[in-house]
């Protein structure tokens, strides 16, 4: 017998995928300079309260990028989160202070509690989202106007709407924030003060929210049938249609979802903030697509994953920190070193690929 007969067959591995190797490459980068801030800079960065930080003040930004995310992998965009997040949040602060007119009177009417506006909120928050993502959605997918001009006319449309409400700022009550600003302690994560006692690290509840949310939309996006649709479309719409995939439903179906979590997103920026006003969340659109981008998502859409989304926005929250810490404390600096790692990511995910996929066509 011809012992080639016995040798088991050779089990060649699955070569890694696009999405696999960006998001391998962003976990390395954050990694790195995470690593180099603890050498170069040490303080906060070295006690993990610091990490903690940076997903407390980030919380509502994973939400969106996540939204955007979808978006993108379909090969659209939306530009308006920032301002449905704003909105949602003078919306909820006003709620909270009863300040708001339709729910003054359905409390009166019903005597509800207080607590009762922390619900309320919340619903408005949904409500608003769901019907930005509704509109937005369907002008997108079934009358095909151009995403970019569809979501910039809701970006102004919701930024003009926070000063019809409110010209002044407005302010949530202290009671109810403490309710909603509840920090989950983690002990075994903490680190001694001046006088050697040791401070547990604190988590906001909204931290909480987003990463449930990134779970579940990986989830979708790798278990689901609609999370595969997510990247036929965005890869080559004809090919898609072609397999029998609803090209318009997909893409209505992920800008709804984009703008449902845009106004969940809004309701955690308010219970970090407390506070509502026009300038709320500025450039969080832009951060998004920023955080996205460097996570590994490519703006001409089929390649991405939320996991490197969520390493997209602590790699940017880590550069920002950086540029604070070496005394650049000049917001123009935050925005040139952010637009400098976006155009380093864009060309190394670039060249990557192009090196990839000619290695691959030899």
Request: with cysteine; charged share 10%; glycine share 12%.
């Amino acid at each position: 017998m011809n012992s080639r007969e016995n040798r088991t067959p050779d089990r060649r591995r699955e070569p890694i995928t696009d999405t696999q190797l960006l998001l391998t490459i962003t976990i390395c980068i954050f990694v790195f300079m995470y690593g180099l801030a603890m050498l170069v800079w040490g303080g906060g960065f070295l006690k993990p309260q610091m990490l903690f930080d940076l997903l407390n003040d980030n919380a509502f930004l994973i939400i969106i990028s996540c939204g955007l995310t979808i978006v993108m992998i379909t090969g659209s965009i939306d530009i308006s989160v920032g301002g449905v997040t704003a909105l949602v949040a003078m919306v909820g602060v006003m709620i909270l202070n009863g300040s708001f007119g339709p729910f003054v009177k359905l409390q009166e009417a019903l005597g509800l509690p207080d607590g009762a506006r922390i619900v309320f909120a919340l619903v408005m928050a949904l409500l608003i989202g769901l019907a930005y993502g509704l509109v937005q959605g369907y002008l997108i997918a079934f009358l095909e106007i151009q995403p970019f001009i569809i979501t910039l006319a809701g970006m102004f449309f919701a930024r003009g709407m926070i000063t019809i409400i409110s010209v002044d700022p407005q302010k949530a009550p202290q009671d109810l924030m403490d309710v909603l600003q509840t920090r989950i302690e983690i002990p075994w994560l903490g680190s001694p003060n001046k006088k050697g006692v040791i401070i547990p690290a604190r988590m906001e509840i909204g931290v909480v929210i987003a990463l449930v949310i990134v779970l579940l939309v990986f989830i979708l996006l790798r278990k689901m049938q609609l999370g595969r649709h997510f990247y036929a479309v965005g890869g080559n719409r004809q090919s898609a249609l072609m397999l029998g995939v609803n090209v318009r439903r997909t893409r209505f179906m992920a800008h709804l979802i984009c703008g449902t979590l845009a106004g969940i997103a809004g309701f955690v920026f308010m219970m970090h903030t407390g506070a509502g006003n026009a300038t709320n969340a500025t450039a969080a659109e832009m951060n998004a697509i920023a955080s996205s981008i460097i996570g590994g998502t490519l703006l001409t859409g089929g390649v991405g994953n939320v996991a490197g989304t969520l390493f997209g926005v602590l790699t940017l929250s880590t550069i920002k920190s950086i540029v604070t810490t070496s005394g650049l404390r000049d917001p123009w600096w935050q925005s040139i070193t952010t637009g400098a790692m976006l155009c380093f990511f864009i060309l190394l995910q670039s060249v990557v690929l192009m090196r990839r996929h000619k290695g691959g066509s030899r």
